[in-house]
């Protein structure tokens, strides 16, 4: 089974989210399921992993609903407040649902570097530990440190690493990230989505050359159980179109692995980890 195991829907009219802003004019629209459909059939994608958005519960219910409408929709990644007093009444509630199978708390837009490892925080990431559940860290590379002290402390963590940790590819920043990231590679229950790099590359000017030292640094790390393709729809946009971001991973990665290995890459590892 082909799926992409990170992708975006939203619906500006909604209430719950102020992002996309109108200054980012390439995806300040409506993405939805219609939008996503021929790439999908273009590629031979069956399932996608539809990930949250907005840092607010009701976006819950909206990407629920789609779910429900839709059988290309495998899973959705949802948000809930870790900090709140209702958090484990909310996953409770949550978890009900058959494809809501994992939490993404927006690491990148907290002020706190450090929050994941407060003390109220981490009660909570108990919760999804006793309950084999997965999270989702979208996260920078200056977090890195402070995931691994997460993981010292909780090292069955189900957890996936978005987007690489967003190395800074268009200044070609590498050393901190690259050891850092391998230090966290060594936490078996961890995996990392090759996802969202075009984003942090030249959106104007990258090749598809690029992206080899990061891709492959990864796989390095991770191997091909632990890795996963996500096309980031519609925010890729910003940088390039879906079928660009295909050729990137076929050009780095794809082309050059096993047959086995490319179902793992492309499927079989997000089904596992997300339990689709």
Not at 12 to 21: A, F, G, M, T, Y
Not at 99 to 111: A, C, H, N, T, Y
Not at 227 to 250: H, K, R, T, W
């Amino acid at each position: 089974m082909k799926i992409d195991a990170h992708q975006h829907y939203w619906q500006l009219e909604n209430q719950h989210s102020d992002w996309p802003s109108s200054d980012l004019s390439k995806i300040y629209r409506n993405f939805l399921p219609e939008n996503l459909a021929v790439h999908l059939k273009q590629h031979h994608i069956e399932k996608t992993i539809l990930v949250q958005a907005s840092p607010d519960l009701r976006e819950n219910e909206f990407l629920l609903e789609l779910a429900e409408q839709h059988d290309s929709i495998g899973g959705v990644v949802g948000w809930i407040d870790f900090v709140s007093e209702q958090f484990h009444e909310d996953f409770n509630r949550l978890k009900k649902h058959p494809k809501f199978v994992g939490i993404r708390p927006m690491l990148q837009s907290i002020e706190d570097d450090r929050w994941i490892v407060r003390p109220d925080v981490k009660k909570n990431i108990n919760i999804l530990i006793e309950n084999d559940f997965p999270i989702d860290l979208l996260i920078y590379p200056k977090h890195l440190p402070v995931i691994l002290e997460l993981l010292d402390e909780f090292p069955t963590l189900r957890a996936v690493i978005d987007h690489c940790a967003k190395p800074n590819i268009k200044d070609r920043e590498w050393d901190s990230w690259a050891a850092e990231i391998e230090k966290v590679s060594k936490f078996k229950s961890v995996m990392c989505k090759i996802s969202g790099l075009v984003t942090e590359a030249n959106h104007d000017s990258w090749e598809i050359n690029d992206f080899k030292p990061y891709i492959q640094h990864v796989l390095h790390c991770f191997g091909t159980n632990r890795i996963m393709f996500g096309s980031d729809l519609p925010v890729c946009l910003l940088a390039a179109s879906y079928e660009e971001v295909i050729q990137v991973v076929n050009e780095n990665l794809v082309k050059e692995m096993s047959v086995k290995d490319r179902d793992l890459f492309l499927g079989e590892n997000a089904k596992r980890f997300y339990k689709i």
